[in-house]
T-cell receptor
Framework: AQTVTQSQPEMSVQEAETVTLSCTYD???????LFWYKQPPSRQMILVIR??????QNATENRFSVNFQKAAKSFSLKISDSQLGDTAMYFC???????????????FGKGTHLIIQP | KAGVTQTPRYLIKTRGQQVTLSCSPI?????VSWYQQTPGQGLQFLFE???????NKGNFPGRFSGRQFSNSRSEMNVSTLELGDSALYLC?????????????FGQGTRLTVV
């Protein structure tokens, strides 16, 4: 079974700063997907960024980028020029798409509460 | 395009009762997954349905069940409710299975068992 660990329960930064959220995972699979989801107070989970394990290039979406280190099983999220609207819970998630003929579903970390201070 | 709709948004039930939650996926999406979110256990995968078939199931007791209809709408049922079933239940839909298609989440159903 896969495990996902987020070691930072809470982080707080000033608006416009850059912040990096950490995530490590454990799996014996060679091909899988990694995700960062954002959950604002509205509780709706929103996909921030996705990384396919077989792609060496780190994914980037506007102000959001990842540092994917496959050998180290590390998948950190960097948010540049942070904005007040980035305040939310951030979850790192893993998916093995090939287990048992169907997806295992997403395995989530415990989350990091990111607070952007004005 | 309408998003994923979960009903009801809030629910209060008594121990021992049963409950049915509903999820209407985005039009055209055939995969629906369910997750339970609690402060203690975090987000946990319940099950996934694709074209009316359960494709995978998480590590939950048999009291948790689900189904998917021909229009891709899905329901999950919890029988003999326990206090520990109090949680936010999230539904996600996607056009396909696996991580190569984006999962879109609904706003969840907040279930409180008293």
């Amino acid at each position: 079974a896969q495990t996902v660990t987020q070691s930072q329960p809470e982080m707080s930064v000033q608006e416009a700063e850059t912040v990096t959220l950490s995530c490590t995972y454990d799996t014996s699979e060679s091909n899988y997907y990694l995700f960062w989801y954002k959950q604002p107070p509205s509780r709706q989970m929103i996909l921030v960024i996705r990384q396919e394990a077989y792609k060496q290039q780190n994914a980037t979406e506007n102000r959001f980028s990842v540092n994917f280190q496959k050998a180290a099983k590390s998948f950190s999220l960097k948010i540049s020029d942070s904005q007040l609207g980035d305040t939310a819970m951030y979850f790192c998630a893993f998916m093995n798409p090939y287990s048992g003929g169907g997806a295992d579903g997403l395995t989530f970390g415990k989350g990091t509460h990111l607070i952007i201070q004005p | 395009k309408a998003g994923v709709t979960q009903t009801p948004r809030y629910l209060i039930k008594t121990r021992g009762q049963q409950v049915t939650l509903s999820c209407s996926p985005i039009s055209g999406h055939r995969s629906v997954s369910w997750y339970q979110q609690t402060p203690g256990q975090g987000l946990q995968f319940l099950f996934e349905y694709f074209s009316e078939t359960q494709r995978n199931k998480g590590n939950f007791p048999g009291r948790f069940s689900g189904r998917q209809f021909s229009n891709s709408r899905s329901e999950m049922n919890v029988s003999t409710l326990e206090l520990g079933d109090s949680a936010l239940y999230l539904c996600a839909s996607s056009s396909g299975m696996g991580g190569n298609t984006e999962a879109f989440f609904g706003q969840g159903t907040r279930l409180t068992v008293v």
